[in-house]
């Protein structure tokens, strides 16, 4: 059964996308959306054009991947991060599953 696709709200394509985020996220994303007006999917596109395409010379952008690189070098740089147990699972792969199973208790 084929079913009515609506009408495209301006003169750009769209293409649906579905994706999953936290309950607060998602309660402090509503928040935002009330208050500045704006609906979720355009939060989402600015947001994706911001980290696929970032926009240099744009200070606050450029500040914010310039931090996460940072971040993201001195992390796989560590040597915390190259330790292993003997069964080869790294510690911080071992940290992240800990982590996600106090996270599923509500801990």
């Known amino acids: 059964m ?5 009408k495209p709200t301006s003169n750009l394509a769209y293409k649906g996308s579905m994706f999953h985020i936290g ?5 402090e994303l509503e928040q935002y959306c009330t208050g500045h007006s704006m609906s979720r999917s355009r939060i989402a ?4 054009e911001m980290r696929l395409h970032k926009i240099d010379d744009d200070p606050y952008t ?3 991947n310039k931090a996460l690189k940072d971040v993201t070098e001195a992390i796989y740089g560590h040597a915390f ?6 069964s080869g699972q790294k ?7 800990m982590i996600a199973e106090l996270e599923r ?3």
């Open 23 to 27: 309950v607060e996220l998602n309660e």
């Open 81 to 86: 991060y190259q330790s292993a147990f003997p």
């Open 91 to 97: 510690y911080c792969e071992h940290l992240k599953s």
């Open 62 to 64: 450029a500040g914010y």
């Open 105 to 107: 208790k509500g801990e």
């Open 45 to 48: 596109r600015e947001g994706i």
């Open 2 to 6: 084929k079913t009515k696709s609506r």
